[in-house]
């Protein structure tokens, strides 16, 4: 056997270099490095040696340039992933939550963090974590219950096993997720004689499960005796690229579709059978057809409580779930009839059973009375005195954007009118982490698509309170040249979950910065906070100056922010649907007693 002797971090990087997807693309697409003392000796030594066929960039925040990483991959429908290393201590625990947020979202990426010595010479070493009952522990066991697989690099011919269980995990269609490589910061410096054979290139290839007979069978029989079905497109009609498979099905066999946070821009919003976004955020449309569904046909979708109205939503008491998906702990959830397959194979080959078998199709005006609201509530105001809506805002974006253009967001007022207004007319041109919806995804997020996809417009919708969070990938935007527009909404605090305070009774408190505890006045210069990292910033006092800043954002060449001051208060009159956050059973406040007494009748009604 030809060895060659190499550090274990030599070796994990050159392992890396040479794992391809099916489309002849290195499935690691880069590394984001932020270097400490865990990491700088054997990891930073090893990048550099191979800078020209793996590119490491740095980032800002660990958990921000994670985040990049993350929204690259989903961008990509899952076609390509990054890496993440950081040093142990702090810079590991920071990517805790980026962890988390992937593993909520089925999206894959690698972390490298530096862990403590395993010969324990040093101990307690500089941010080493000391568990007084078991020695074995580290920060890094955090990413333990976040990660679809973990290993401790304890030795360097461990690599020979845990390298190929990773890129298995992250390029499985049903385990898929966050893979977590702690990395003794001893043993990335330590050398092995690694077999040649170990870094030749390899091609992983996406595996689409056929589905169990009997289980096509229950499915193919339950469709066969529906009168209303109705499609629930989730995110894994993105990844599973079946986008086309769906229209096929939908148009061949008349059935309405309506879609999650996840899975719009699946069909686009102009199609016929397109009724629109479903659930808590969703439209009348979607919602009507839902409510009178006898067949709920999920493909590729978790069934989150937005999408199904905390179950309120499929009012029909004959109503059955059959639920289209790869992995069966989503396919089998709420007695559902499964069908664990992938979802281009499973609706290809549903189809060719039904055959001629079709539907009468709902009404098209249901459609079109929910987009003339649509497009009531976002039209530019007539009155020019009060502050924007969010909805005003979302149409002026709209009428400047192209059909190439990918709008993103995660959290905050904007997923939910996003998800009930804006109008996705290709795949994947909708971006949505609404399945963590973690603040401070934006920026880093909107930097990830774009170098995801280069030839698109990427335009981030972030209000003032997720943009302080974390905005510092704004300076790593500028400084790479990777061009995005960003949009801040100032309603001057947390403007949606003051809301939802307001709608569960509850006084104003702590959420728009009027009613904190302060001394000073509240008033931060967004624009001049991100001009001070290099954008190109500016601040519009309406929505037709809007529109003209961001019809110069797309001829610019660098990094646009615009900020606009909206009202916190405003919300479409029209659409969405019950959600189930439970009101307190005692108060002093009348307000909360009578949101209570509505909150038991909508439970009661539930069940």
Not at 305 to 328: C, E, H, I, M, Y
Request: glycine content about 8%; charged content about 20%.
């Amino acid at each position: 056997m030809t060895t060659i002797r190499l550090t274990a971090a030599q070796a994990m990087v050159r392992y890396l270099a040479a794992q391809m997807n099916e489309h002849g693309e290195t499935f690691i697409a880069g590394v984001w490095a932020i270097f400490g003392h865990g990491n700088v000796a054997g990891m930073g030594e090893a990048l550099y040696g191979i800078r020209d066929e793996l590119t490491t960039y740095r980032g800002q925040n660990e958990q921000s340039m994670a985040h990049a990483a993350i929204a690259y991959a989903k961008q990509l429908g899952r076609r390509r992933a990054m890496a993440v290393t950081s040093s142990i201590g702090p810079g590991a625990t920071n990517m805790v939550t980026a962890a988390a947020l992937a593993h909520v979202n089925r999206l894959p990426v690698l972390f490298i963090p530096g862990d403590v010595f395993a010969n324990r010479g040093p101990d307690p070493v500089l941010q080493q974590i000391e568990d007084f009952g078991d020695g074995t522990i580290s920060a890094n066991d955090c990413f333990k219950p976040v990660s679809r697989y973990f290993d401790r690099i304890m030795r360097p011919e461990q690599l020979l096993t845990a390298l190929p269980r990773a890129m298995r995990t992250m390029t499985d269609p049903a385990d898929c997720g966050p893979v977590t490589l702690a990395f003794c910061q001893d043993v990335q410096a330590e050398a092995f004689d690694y077999p040649v054979s170990f870094f030749e290139k390899k091609i992983w290839h996406q595996r689409r499960p056929e589905p169990d007979l009997g289980e096509f069978e229950a499915a193919v029989a339950a469709l066969k005796s529906a009168s209303h079905p109705v499609i629930v497109a989730g995110g894994g009609v993105h990844f599973s690229g079946a986008t086309e498979a769906l229209k096929s099905f939908a148009e061949r066999h008349r059935i309405p579709v309506v879609e999650t946070q996840a899975g719009k821009s699946a069909l686009a919003w102009d199609h016929d059978l397109n009724f629109g976004p479903v659930g808590v955020t969703g439209a009348d449309s979607a919602n009507a057809i839902a409510e009178k569904a006898d067949l709920v046909f999920g493909v590729g979708t978790r069934f989150q409580d937005f999408t199904t109205g905390s179950w309120a939503l499929f009012k029909n008491p004959s109503a059955r779930l059959l639920a289209l998906n790869v992995q069966p702990y989503d396919s089998a959830k709420h007695n559902a009839i499964s069908l664990t397959a992938d979802a281009r194979v499973g609706l290809e080959k549903l189809s060719k059973a039904l055959g001629d078998h079709s539907f009468e199709a709902p009404e098209a005006g249901l459609k079109q009375a929910w987009f003339a609201k649509a497009d009531a509530v976002t039209a530019a105001p007539k009155d020019g005195n009060s502050l924007p809506t969010d909805m005003q805002v979302i149409g002026a974006v709209q009428r400047a954007s192209r059909e190439n253009t990918v709008v993103m967001c995660a959290a905050g007022t904007m997923p939910g009118e996003l998800h009930q207004l804006w109008k996705a007319k290709l795949p994947l041109s909708y971006h949505m982490e609404y399945g963590f919806s973690c603040m401070g995804y934006e920026i880093a997020g909107g930097l990830g698509i774009k170098m995801a996809e280069p030839e698109r417009d990427v335009v981030v919708m972030v209000g003032d309170g997720s943009y302080m969070m974390m905005n510092s990938e704004l300076a790593t935007s500028v400084a790479m040249g990777v061009k995005i527009t960003v949009v801040i909404t100032d309603n001057r605090g947390y403007g949606c979950i003051n809301r939802l305070q307001m709608g569960t009774g509850g006084a104003e408190f702590n959420n728009l910065y009027a009613h904190t505890t302060h001394a000073n006045p509240i008033a931060i210069d967004f624009a001049a906070h991100a001009a001070s990292m290099g954008a190109d910033a500016r601040k519009v006092s309406s929505i037709a100056e809007l529109e003209a800043a961001l019809a110069a954002a797309r001829e610019a060449t660098v990094t646009t922010v615009i900020v606009i001051d909206t009202d916190p208060y405003p919300t479409p009159d029209a659409g969405g649907y019950w959600w189930d956050v439970a009101v307190p059973e005692v108060s002093a406040r009348s307000e909360v007693n009578d949101a209570r007494a509505a909150y038991e009748a909508a439970l009661k009604e539930r069940q």
